[in-house]
């Protein structure tokens, strides 16, 4: 389903060479333009491009006038240089003596590949005015899809599933690093922009229509990533953003269906949104949908924001910012709706984060890490991502007594940072110190007196009990009443990268 037939795949095959051929590549086109009109076009401003492609005749140019600004092209301009009828034949292209791109053709890829990701033109595309986009409208790569790239591990992995492909960024990523790659979603439109991304890209994808799970049945994958229609909204307005299910259901019904679909040692990977809700602590919401899951999670939110912050992002996010009376009033009108529907809800925030679910180690037993990672200094990467999950699963070998048998070895790049603040009337003190990575990605761990003196202890030769043996001496404490913090601090600081156990 969703698959491109004979003829398309034919045509699409040469379309790949002959973009190659012309430069058509994220190399090229930064080449082309120039890094400051590359750079504006991602805040959807087409201007400097257009004045770098001013001079410039040629495939490269007239892909790119076509297919990155969307702007008009003579038909006999674009016959000198590309495949017309392979563009035609794929419907990327429409018109008569002038031609317009149907879609939004942009080539993207890791530093060592030359991919192609189709989607629909949307509000922020550099040529089109897009007033308000449709229903069915399959979205270009965002900030979502690349937060979720990023986060997910790279290891070589057998079979994959990416659940609301839509223009298919994130199947690209898979093909890369797992021998097969199942890509589902809701909206026929976006299967076949997918499987034209695809064929484009040189890969081969097994694409289903059907919502959430429902297409793969009782299959099972060692890597499952979703980057879904999580926006808490009223209704069902856009299939790219709205999973038409009450509050935040859709996260909760993912992270719960997703464990039945891993093999062991099987992880996935799920960005969502949570409701603040009046008087309850977020944490133990998001908690609740993995508990029982029987896998290890770690939830990690990013970012809070009040209910009129998020209503007005989702709503410039669809357009429909048009500057008239007419258009005012149906834009207060919606914003109205959706702030009353939240308040229905008791919401006073909304989270955005990510859940990952390892099934093995040990399945759940220890609970989920569920923590706030704002402001971190960037995102985890992928490997970074895969060394927590593992960390965390790691602990179904190590018992309390293997623990206190460890050797705790700071890791390499650690850094543990003492300091003195002044207070109101310019006395220095010590305020708590912390410990972090040199270019780590979260924010530095504070330590009391005695975890810092442990951090000391640790050069992967001194056993965990001898070092709280050693401190507790050094502060005169019964080193029993300092154990149980000590077994905790150890499991964070491996969980955070910080030490490891030898
Ligand atoms: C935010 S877009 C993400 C697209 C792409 N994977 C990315 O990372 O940019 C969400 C996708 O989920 C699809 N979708 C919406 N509801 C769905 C459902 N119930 N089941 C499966 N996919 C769904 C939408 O059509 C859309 O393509």
């Known amino acids: 389903m969703g698959d491109l037939a004979g003829a398309d795949r034919a045509a699409a095959l040469r379309l790949r060479e002959a973009f190659l051929d012309a430069g058509f590549t994220a190399d090229g086109l930064l080449t082309m333009l120039g890094s400051s009109a590359y750079a ?100 270009g ?36 690093h797992a021998r097969s790659v199942v890509a589902t979603d809701r909206n026929r439109r976006a299967l076949r922009l997918a499987a034209i991304t695809a064929a484009l890209s040189g890969q081969e994808w097994d694409l289903r229509e059907g919502s959430l799970f429902e297409p793969v049945g009782a299959e099972t994958f060692d890597l499952v990533v979703s980057n879904p229609p999580f926006v808490i909204s009223p209704g069902h307005r856009y299939t790219y953003r709205d999973a038409g299910l009450p509050a935040d259901d859709l996260g909760r019904l993912l992270v719960q269906q997703a464990p039945a679909r891993l093999d062991d040692g099987g992880t996935a990977v799920v960005l969502a949104n ?102 971190a200094p960037r995102l985890p990467r992928g490997d970074e991502v895969a060394s927590l999950v593992a960390a965390r699963a790691g602990w179904a070998s190590w018992d309390a007594f293997a623990l206190l048998d460890s050797r705790p070895r700071r890791v390499p790049g650690l850094r543990l940072v003492a300091e003195e603040r002044t207070d109101g009337v310019g006395v220095l003190g010590a305020v708590p110190s912390r410990v972090g990575l040199v270019d780590g990605w979260r924010r530095d761990v504070l330590l009391d007196t005695i975890g810092v003196e442990l951090v000391r202890c640790f050069d992967g030769a001194t056993t965990l009990s001898a070092a709280v ?34």
């Open 469 to 502: 043996g050693s401190v507790a001496a050094a502060y005169a404490v019964d080193p029993d009443d300092v154990l149980p913090g000590a077994l905790l601090a150890v499991r964070g600081l491996v969980e955070d990268g910080l030490l490891t156990l030898g």
């Open 274 to 375: 949570w409701l603040h809700v009046r008087g309850a602590d977020w944490r133990d919401r998001v908690a609740s949908w993995v508990e029982g899951t029987g896998c290890d999670a770690w939830v990690a939110q990013r970012e809070v924001q009040d209910p009129a912050e998020y209503v007005g992002l989702w709503l410039r996010d669809a357009g429909g910012h048009r500057d008239d009376a007419e258009a005012r009033a149906e834009y207060e009108r919606r914003y109205a709706q959706w702030l009353d529907e939240l308040r229905a809800m008791d919401a006073e925030g909304i989270g955005f984060g990510w859940v990952v679910l390892h099934r093995g180690g040990t399945y759940g037993a220890q609970g989920p890490r569920v923590e706030d990672v704002a402001p």
């Open 40 to 139: 504006a076009l991602g805040r959807g401003e087409g201007v400097p491009a257009r004045r770098a492609l001013q001079d410039r005749h040629g495939a490269d140019a007239e892909l790119a006038r076509l297919f990155v600004l969307g702007d008009d092209v003579e038909r006999s301009d674009a016959a000198r240089h590309l495949p017309l009828d392979d563009l035609l034949t794929l419907g990327l292209v429409g018109g008569g003596a002038t031609l317009r791109s149907l879609v939004d053709v942009r080539p993207y890829g890791e530093s060592d590949t030359d991919w192609y990701v189709v989607s629909d033109h949307g509000p922020d595309s550099a040529g089109r005015d897009v007033e308000e986009v449709a229903v069915d409208h399959v979205l």
């Open 141 to 176: 790569v965002g900030g979502a899809s690349l937060t979720l790239a990023r986060i997910t591990p790279r290891a070589e992995v057998g079979r994959a599933l990416d659940l609301g492909t839509g223009c298919g960024v994130q199947a690209l990523h898979l093909g890369r």
